[in-house]
């Protein structure tokens, strides 16, 4: 196998804020693998408080690039486990490779990849459209520019009942709530039901993600969905997730790709959990991974490339929400000749 890579600082349409910080640009590691002449492409996002840059992932790479290049590649999975011991500190790194595996696999197969677990893709599922922090009268004019089914907003703040308030007075569309761990369980408890009352269709990461402790007393008590997002990044925190949240949100990026996804999948399923795959502002390479998931999860957000003012290639089109992949192999994207 041959391995290439390339990285990119990718501008936002508005600067992306969430209760942890605000940023302008996604700076993103796009990976190419190529195996008897068949290419397949990966990515993974750098997120600045997982402490993994793009430099990073480049330097890990180079350092046993002769070694992730030497492997008698057959299957995903078994890759998956080579690079997962290779790279044991680099699960972003991991992610781009395993993604760029899985689309070359599904190319050297010939298949779409959701074909691997379901012959139909379910186009019935809705993406939502992330509304992020800040002034009322702005979150509402990103609203109002981009009429969508669902949104997910993100919470936080001082104002949190007066922004969903304020928003519900524009749009009957459903409301998601990811306030990325900024409450505590008494500012969960008293928000919550009022959110509920405003149409709100469910909660991700309420608490700290080591607040085992506050979010049992929320699952007890919480009159709506709680999802799990910090507090479940790989395997082994799916069980941990039981009886603390109704559901888990699936990050490819921190999981370390397709293949560990799969099988959180299987294991939320195991415990009668609802599941979510999300996007960490991924361009349509990473987001098309997510895509194929979709004929086997409850809920899914990925709309990075609507957030992105620029995108590195296509693959599957937004239609009022709705998702319709490409029929071509792999992830069936294209990357874009233009990228500079």
Known sequence: MKINY??????????????????????????????????????????????????????????????????????????????????PQNHFLVCALDIAAWDMYGKLKGKPLYKFWKEAFNDDMVTDYTIGIDTIEKMVEKMKEKPWPIYK????????????????????????????????????????????????????????????????????????????????VYEQDVEKCFHHFHGINIKLTKCSGITPALRMITKARELDMKVMVGCMNESTVGSAAIVHLMPLIDYVDVDGPLLLSQDLASGFTYQEGHIHPSTENGLGIKMLENIG
């Open 6 to 87: 390339r990285s990119f600082s990718l501008p936002f349409k508005y600067p992306f804020t969430i209760s942890k910080g605000t940023k302008t640009h996604q700076p993103t590691l796009i990976v190419e693998l190529e195996h008897f002449g068949i290419k397949g492409y990966g990515e993974a996002p750098a997120i600045s408080y997982y402490n993994i840059p793009v430099e990073k992932m480049i330097a890990d790479l180079e350092q046993k690039k002769t070694f992730a290049e030497k492997f008698a590649f057959t299957e995903p999975d078994r890759y998956w486990h080579y690079l997962h011991h290779l790279f």
């Open 153 to 232: 907003i993100k919470l936080g703040t001082d104002q949190d009942i007066e922004i969903v308030t304020a928003l519900r007075k524009q749009t009957d569309a459903r409301f998601r709530i990811d306030a990325n761990a900024a409450w505590t369980a008494d500012e969960a408890l008293e928000k919550i039901p009022r959110l509920k009352d405003l149409g709100v269709e469910l909660i991700e990461q309420p608490l700290a993600k080591d607040d085992w402790e506050g979010m049992k007393k929320l699952y007890e008590h919480s009159p709506l969905p709680l999802i799990a997002d910090e507090s479940c």
